[in-house]
Nanobody, 125 residues
Framework: QVQLVESGGGLVQAGGSLRLSCAAS????????MGWFRQAPGKEREFIGA????????YYSDSVKGRFTISRDNAKNTVYLQMNSLKPEDTAVYYC??????????????????WGQGTQVTVSS
């Protein structure tokens, strides 16, 4: 069982930056590939990016590539989402999720086993 807790959301102006954190419980954090998703009101949950268990490989959606960066610190059981050049359309609830190595980089929410509660990011124009 893995528990995930996101933090770092908030209100930011367009063009600004935020860094989200996702802290995980458990001693086997490095065995999980991690993903970040977001969901805006009335829309489906959207894949943003993912990172492999050791942090060697990262994956991004076209909508955030070049603006967002995913990293992890396995010693701290934490994965990060650095968001730069934020746009109003980035406004959403952001979720981190954990999955097994076989689903590393997956874009599909149903392939993730554990989810955080989400953190709101609002980008004003």
């Amino acid at each position: 069982q893995v528990q995930l807790v996101e933090s770092g959301g908030g209100l930011v102006q367009a063009g600004g930056s935020l860094r989200l954190s996702c802290a995980a419980s458990g001693r086997t954090f490095s065995s999980y590939a991690m993903g970040w998703f977001r969901q805006a009101p009335g829309k489906e949950r959207e894949f943003i990016g993912a990172i492999s268990g050791r942090g060697v490989s990262t994956y991004y959606s076209d909508s955030v590539k070049g603006r967002f960066t995913i990293s992890r610190d396995n010693a701290k059981n934490t994965v990060y989402l650095q968001m730069n050049s934020l746009k109003p359309e980035d406004t959403a609830v952001y979720y981190c999720a954990a999955t097994g190595a076989g689903y590393t980089g997956s874009h599909y929410p149903h392939q993730y086993y554990y989810w955080g509660q989400g953190t709101q990011v609002t980008v004003s124009s």
